[in-house]
Structures are given as structure tokens and as C-alpha cells.
């Protein structure tokens, strides 16, 4: 008996090592586009035709449309089995930044039982101007600061993707500013203000100019924010971090509160110029989970984190003396996997009435998946011993729970 049982343990294994790659070899599949936000009913594709199926096949054989999970984007038309679009698809909401926006889906064939592999590819289009964390910004810059010297300033956000996400930006016309647009290791463009012509406190102590993000849409779309600068007195020395780039992991259940990372900066000026503040300067997105303490430099987290949501952030912190002169370093902070997610089952077909004398009766149709990553992904399925049914992997994700003799 127990040797039985060990034998059926080493088959869920190796079927568990089937199906994976099963899915991994399934990636080359058919592939359907449509853009979000295209209205219910829309016409997707001849499924018959290319599937390469006879006309009327797909009803005599009980196709249906399988999604991961419990959401259908698209459904078969009673009639002519044609696949029309179920809902308005949101790219934003589905995918976020990652592009391109693929949803994997099985057509499913009954009698005999049938599974063909598909992705719909949701396309972007500009619904979304480029937006800044905050309406305005304050730099103190010193009227010896020599031209040349550049200043980074707060990035602006652009859920779009492709063309339509943010592409440059422009600042108001003035005599002594430019700005560049920069692009940073993610790909993500961040702009920096260049001094062109030295400052003069006693002619003009104070400034104020306009930085507009432009996206690459037609026409584009944009986002501003006011840039108030005050011109000081000389202060010698800025403020200088340890380290230009710091790295830190933390689990996605992680309390809040928690410390995540504490970042340093001296400064060798003495008095009110030597006293360092922090400030997060640039987020990857405007309601970013971290916040940061002014004086101390501690990283903690304010936001509960989802790993299946955001994988990792990427963020600037400034350090300002007393003087307005400050330094800049880099964060990126990895989200650790939790196995926070339970394995879903959705059942795809189900026989309520079985005859008693067919063996190897299909009685259910069913998927399991999991929306965790790596070995937190990994889903055994079994069923009791003593059942006069047998488990059959059937293709990817998918089993049938069959009758092992006659009833």
C-alpha cells in the first residue's frame, strides 16, 4: 500500500514537470489584437477558419473560451461561434507598465476532448496625460554656482505605454535656465535643469518657471508643474551620500513601518549649512508605499506592498543643507515573493449524470492556476485514494477527472 502511494506521489511530480513545460512550449500561439477601451461585441476573429476547423464544428463540439482565473475578456457568439470581445479591456488595469500586454487563453473542445493555445494583445492608446507628484517645487540655488551646473528635478508619471507614454520636456522661456531630458536605467525620461547664466541674489533673489511633460501622442497630451527657485547667499561645500546607488529587498507582507533602508549624506560645512535634510525626490509612481525621514535618513514602508502588482521601485532621495545645496543618490528596493495567494480551480465542464457501466467516463473539466510566482506557483492536484475515479492531466493547466471502472 505504501508503495502505491509513493508511485502515485512520483506521478503528480512528473506530471506537475509535464505541464509546465507544456506551458512553456505553448507560448508560440495564436495571437489576437484589439485597443482598450474597444466597446463590448466587437469582432475579434474567425475562430472556425483559424483553427482550421470545419463549419459548425466548434458547436457540435461544446468549444468554449478559458481564461486563467474567474474573468472571460472574450466570448463566443451563439450563432457563428465567431470571438467577440465580453468587455471594455483597461491596458492600464490589466498589465501596468508592462508592455506588450499579453492575455493567455485556451479554446477548449469537447468530444473529443480538444485544447488549442491563444493570446489577446491588448494595444495602448492615449488616455492618459503625463502627471508630476506635486503641483510645485522649491530649489534653493547659490549665486556662486557656476554655469553648468545641473539639478535634477521630480520625474513625471505617464501610465501609457510605447509612443504614448512621456517622450520630453520643455520649461518656460527664461535667461538663465534650459532643461534636458534624461533616461534612466528602467528606460522611464526624468528631466534636469542646466544653469546657463550665472545667478545674481541682489538683481533677482527670486524665480519662477513652468516644466511641462509632453507624451508622444498625436496631438500629445501634458502634464505641468511650477518651479519656484530662491537664489542664496554662498554656501561652499553641497551635501555628498555615501553611496550614489543604494539596493534593498524586502518581503511583500512586510508591516508597516518597517524599516527598509537608511541612506547617509555629509556635508562638510559647519552651522545651519552643514545640517543635512532628506527628501524622496523621484518615485516610480505618485502614490509610491515609502516614506523617508528627514532627518535620520531611515527608508520605511507606509504602504502595504503586492508583489503580483509591483516587483520593484525605483527612487531618488535628495539631501539639502541649511544653504539649499544638496546631493542626490539612487534606490532600488525588490519585492520579495510570499506564497499570499491560494491556488484557484475553475471548472470548465462537469457532467451531472454518469452511465454505470462506461469505463473511462470523462465526468469533469477543470484548471488550476496560482497567482504567485516561481516555487510559490507550483500546484499538485490530487484526489482521494479511495474514490472510483482516476485524475488525468490533460494539456497546460487543465485535468479530467475521469471513472476508473464501471459504476
Known sequence: MAQTKGLRKKR?????????????????????SVLEETESGTFVANLTKDLGLRTGELAARGARVVFKGNRQHLQLDPQTYDL????????????????PCLLPFQVLLENPLQFFQAALQVGDINDHAPEFPARDM????????????????????????????????????????????????DGRKFPVLVLDKALDREEQPELRLTLTALDGGSPPRSGTIEIQIWVLDSNDNAPEFAQELYEAQVPEN??????????????????????????????????????????TGEIRLRKTLDFEEFQSYHMDVEATDGGGLSGKCSIVIKVLDV??????????????????????????????????????QQVICSIDDNLPFLLRPSAENFYTLVTEGAL
Not at 261 to 285: C, K, M, N
Not at 347 to 359: F, G, H, V
Open 12 to 32: 503528480q511530480v512528473v506530471t506537475f514537470i509535464i505541464l509546465m513545460l507544456l506551458w512553456e512550449a505553448g507560448s508560440e500561439s495564436i495571437q489576437y
Open 84 to 99: 467577440l470581445l465580453n468587455e471594455k479591456l483597461d491596458r492600464e488595469e490589466l498589465c501596468g507598465a508592462t508592455e
Open 138 to 185: 522649491l530649489l534653493k540655488i547659490s549665486e556662486i554656482t557656476a554655469p553648468g551646473k545641473i539639478f535634477p528635478l521630480k520625474m513625471a508619471q505617464d501610465l501609457d505605454v510605447g509612443s504614448n507614454s512621456l517622450q520630453s520636456y520643455t520649461i518656460s522661456s527664461n535667461s538663465h535656465f534650459r532643461v534636458l531630458t534624461r533616461n534612466r536605467s
Open 254 to 295: 512586510s508591516s508597516l513601518g518597517s524599516l527598509v533602508i537608511t541612506v547617509s549624506a555629509r556635508d562638510l560645512d559647519a552651522g545651519s549649512f552643514g545640517e543635512v535634510s532628506y527628501a524622496l525626490l523621484q518615485t516610480d509612481d505618485v502614490d509610491q508605499p515609502f516614506e523617508i525621514n528627514a532627518i
Open 339 to 376: 506564497n499570499d495567494n491560494a491556488p484557484e480551480l475553475a471548472m470548465s465542464s462537469l457532467s451531472s449524470a454518469i452511465p454505470e457501466n462506461l469505463p473511462e467516463t470523462i465526468v469533469a473539466v477543470f484548471s488550476v492556476s496560482d497567482a504567485d510566482s516561481g516555487h510559490n
